[in-house]
């Protein structure tokens, strides 16, 4: 069997390179989509045609319950016209096609909002014009009322069919601070605590989680790793050395003897096999395995599925129904019915049949599935909004409860990407919080998703949005 181990940068040696993988790409990095070959739309002018008045009255503020029961309806339904559908081709820098339909001359933009938040929908549209996004949902809530629920664009391959306000979308790393939320929860059961050691290695006073290294300890550190520090990416992994191992599943299957993918606790086994990067807690660099570990906590510590606490512990409670958010599946013929297709270019190995034909990575170049805990879950701006309402999204506190009523000078973050899409969800001191998810990430841009979020700030910072005292809801309910 071979040994894995030699084929990573050793701990301390920044200028080593990655070791390549056989297609070419840095190993245990997912391969971005690169550009490829499509015909642009352009949305010239933003023209819009706004259907129903769009009135609003009342202002009782929302349940998300009442959010649901109103989505067959709709605030006003807004058609941006294209002109030039289909001029100029960009070249392509991988395999892969995004076809538009010959029929497809307007981009719909569905769902909630109010006349005086049209500036959102300008802005979408043409950054959505400028970076080539298929698809795109966008929620806004100010002071613990949605104001608006949007879909743009189109949720299928051909794009022939609008996207939902309501879609379930992958949010990538964004669930990252849910799964954290899940773990608060049972510390404040009293069954760990934030200094407690993560992993039961065979040292001594032991850890939270049993598990056995493969095919041994790599580092004796791995003992003094505690859950705070997975919380704050501080545990001693850095992907800028060694790539992102938790996407190591063929390689990983292969040490193991075993069909891939190897599933979360082999992956995680394997990783505990190998060096660390820096000693635990003395440096913070960004690390999906932290969230990888804390999602097999919950389940070790409860019994029960990670979804399943989710639910019951961190969702149910501020009133978000099973429906709205759930782990999402690796191949497109499993995918929620409210999931739309995920735009990308590149094609490579599949996780479940590596010496198979080549697949559209994001069906099958690594095993969702598996990520449950770092970043598997989809879900709906709806959702996302809640959750930005009642627990922190980031910083030190991240995944606690919150006040909604408190109110300061600052602003927290947290985003996620995978070939195919991107999630990005803000929460801000002066009681605004947003949401956006897309259906293709961008290639070779990886600023790009900031970028909007920086623009709706600015929107929102400069002072000049008129903020209707109704909710979205409200005016379709009333």
């Given at each position: 069997m071979r040994d894995l181990r030699h084929s990573l940068p050793q701990s301390g040696d920044p200028t080593r390179p990655i070791a390549p993988a056989p297609n070419g790409r840095s190993r245990g990095a997912p391969p971005s989509c690169g550009v490829y070959a499509h015909r642009r739309v352009?949305?010239?002018?933003?023209?819009?045609?706004?259907?129903?008045?769009?009135?609003?009255?009342?202002?009782?503020?929302?349940s998300f319950s009442r959010l649901r029961?109103?989505?067959?309806?709709?605030?006003?339904?807004?058609?941006?016209?294209?002109?030039g559908v289909f001029t100029g081709v960009a070249q392509a820098e991988a395999a892969g096609t995004l076809a538009i339909a010959p029929e497809a001359r307007q981009i719909p933009v569905s769902g909630y909002t109010d006349p005086s938040l049209r500036a959102f929908d300008e802005m979408i549209v043409a950054y959505m014009q400028e970076h080539e996004i298929p698809g795109l949902v966008f929620g806004l809530m100010k002071d613990g009322r949605v104001l608006a629920q949007r879909g743009y664009g189109w949720r299928d391959e051909a794009m022939t069919e609008p996207m939902p306000h309501d879609a379930m979308l992958?949010?990538?790393?964004?669930?990252?601070?849910i799964t954290i939320a899940a773990v608060r929860e049972l510390i404040d059961d009293g069954l760990l605590s934030?200094?407690?050691?993560?992993f039961d290695v065979g040292q001594p006073g032991g850890g939270v989680l049993p598990i056995e290294p493969f095919p041994e300890l790599g580092d004796e550190r791995i003992k003094d790793i505690t859950i705070e520090q997975l919380f704050h990416h501080q545990g001693g992994w850095d992907r800028s050395k060694v790539g992102d191992v938790t996407y190591r599943e063929i390689d990983i299957a292969e040490a193991f003897g075993v069909a891939s993918p190897p599933g979360r606790e082999r992956t995680l086994r394997w990783i505990l096999g190998q060096p660390l990067q820096f000693d635990p807690g003395s440096d913070r660099q960004y690390s999906n395995v932290g969230c990888l570990t804390l999602g097999l906590i919950v389940e070790h510590l409860t019994g029960r599925d990670l979804m399943d606490v989710i639910h019951e512990r961190v969702l149910a409670p501020i009133g978000v129904p099973q429906t709205d958010h759930a782990t999402g599946r690796t191949k497109r013929e499993l995918a929620d019915p409210r999931e739309p297709f995920y735009h990308c270019g590149r094609t490579g190995k599949s996780v479940f049949d590596p010496n198979g034909e080549e697949i559209v990575y994001a069906y099958g170049g690594w095993h969702q599935e598996a990520r449950k805990g770092q970043g598997a879950h989809i879900s709906t701006t709806a959702t996302l909004l809640a959750l930005l309402e009642h627990r922190w999204v980031n910083g030190p506190n991240i995944g606690a409860k919150r006040d909604p009523n408190g109110r300061g000078n600052w602003k927290w973050n947290h985003g996620g990407a995978l070939p195919g899409t991107f999630a990005n969800a803000r929460q801000r001191g002066d009681g605004i919080n947003f949401v956006v998810i897309t259906n293709r990430r961008k290639p070779g841009d990886p600023g790009f998703a900031a970028q909007l979020r920086d623009r709706i700030d600015g929107l929102i910072d400069n002072g000049g949005i008129e903020w209707p005292q109704t909710d979205a809801v409200e005016a379709v309910t009333h």
């Amino acid at each position: 069997m071979r040994d894995l181990r030699h084929s990573l940068p050793q701990s301390g040696d920044p200028t080593r390179p990655i070791a390549p993988a056989p297609n070419g790409r840095s190993r245990g990095a997912p391969p971005s989509c690169g550009v490829y070959a499509h015909r642009r739309v352009r949305y010239a002018g933003l023209p819009v045609r706004v259907e129903g008045d769009g009135s609003t009255s009342g202002a009782t503020p929302m349940s998300f319950s009442r959010l649901r029961s109103a989505r067959r309806g709709f605030v006003a339904s807004l058609v941006l016209s294209i002109a030039g559908v289909f001029t100029g081709v960009a070249q392509a820098e991988a395999a892969g096609t995004l076809a538009i339909a010959p029929e497809a001359r307007q981009i719909p933009v569905s769902g909630y909002t109010d006349p005086s938040l049209r500036a959102f929908d300008e802005m979408i549209v043409a950054y959505m014009q400028e970076h080539e996004i298929p698809g795109l949902v966008f929620g806004l809530m100010k002071d613990g009322r949605v104001l608006a629920q949007r879909g743009y664009g189109w949720r299928d391959e051909a794009m022939t069919e609008p996207m939902p306000h309501d879609a379930m979308l992958r949010i990538a790393s964004v669930s990252k601070h849910i799964t954290i939320a899940a773990v608060r929860e049972l510390i404040d059961d009293g069954l760990l605590s934030l200094d407690d050691k993560a992993f039961d290695v065979g040292q001594p006073g032991g850890g939270v989680l049993p598990i056995e290294p493969f095919p041994e300890l790599g580092d004796e550190r791995i003992k003094d790793i505690t859950i705070e520090q997975l919380f704050h990416h501080q545990g001693g992994w850095d992907r800028s050395k060694v790539g992102d191992v938790t996407y190591r599943e063929i390689d990983i299957a292969e040490a193991f003897g075993v069909a891939s993918p190897p599933g979360r606790e082999r992956t995680l086994r394997w990783i505990l096999g190998q060096p660390l990067q820096f000693d635990p807690g003395s440096d913070r660099q960004y690390s999906n395995v932290g969230c990888l570990t804390l999602g097999l906590i919950v389940e070790h510590l409860t019994g029960r599925d990670l979804m399943d606490v989710i639910h019951e512990r961190v969702l149910a409670p501020i009133g978000v129904p099973q429906t709205d958010h759930a782990t999402g599946r690796t191949k497109r013929e499993l995918a929620d019915p409210r999931e739309p297709f995920y735009h990308c270019g590149r094609t490579g190995k599949s996780v479940f049949d590596p010496n198979g034909e080549e697949i559209v990575y994001a069906y099958g170049g690594w095993h969702q599935e598996a990520r449950k805990g770092q970043g598997a879950h989809i879900s709906t701006t709806a959702t996302l909004l809640a959750l930005l309402e009642h627990r922190w999204v980031n910083g030190p506190n991240i995944g606690a409860k919150r006040d909604p009523n408190g109110r300061g000078n600052w602003k927290w973050n947290h985003g996620g990407a995978l070939p195919g899409t991107f999630a990005n969800a803000r929460q801000r001191g002066d009681g605004i919080n947003f949401v956006v998810i897309t259906n293709r990430r961008k290639p070779g841009d990886p600023g790009f998703a900031a970028q909007l979020r920086d623009r709706i700030d600015g929107l929102i910072d400069n002072g000049g949005i008129e903020w209707p005292q109704t909710d979205a809801v409200e005016a379709v309910t009333h």
